[in-house]
């Protein structure tokens, strides 16, 4: 599906992968005790600065600080919109 939103500038638009549901011994985990996810996949990357290249491209697995970007939902779907800076790391 087709987003229509181009991030500016050095700007990423990142979905967020689901929190895990389900601890590794088997525990549920209840929806107030979820942390918020730190890895995403890029969904459209802006064309970057006069004198910076873009490093993340679309379909690439990223992870970033737990309070970074901002967060918007569009058609349905929850995103978050961040600087390519608050990426940690590529997957």
Same mark, same amino acid.
């Given at each position: 599906m087709?987003?229509?939103?181009?991030?500016?500038?050095d700007?990423?638009?990142?979905?967020p992968?689901?929190?895990?549901? %389900?601890?590794?011994?088997?525990?549920?985990i209840?929806?107030?005790?979820?942390? %918020?996810?730190q890895?995403?996949?890029v969904?459209?990357?802006?064309?970057? %600065?006069?004198d910076h290249?873009?490093?993340?491209?679309?379909?690439?697995? &990223?992870?970033?600080?737990k309070?970074?970007?901002?967060?918007l939902?569009?058609?349905?779907?929850?995103?978050?919109i961040m600087?390519?800076?608050?990426?940690?790391?590529? &997957?």
């Amino acid at each position: 599906m087709a987003l229509n939103i181009q991030p500016l500038s050095d700007r990423v638009l990142i979905e967020p992968t689901a929190a895990e549901q %389900k601890t590794a011994s088997g525990l549920y985990i209840p929806d107030t005790a979820k942390e %918020k996810p730190q890895q995403g996949t890029v969904v459209a990357v802006g064309k970057g %600065k006069k004198d910076h290249e873009m490093t993340v491209k679309v379909g690439d697995t &990223v992870l970033y600080g737990k309070y970074s970007g901002t967060e918007l939902k569009l058609e349905g779907t929850d995103y978050l919109i961040m600087k390519e800076d608050d990426i940690l790391a590529i &997957v």
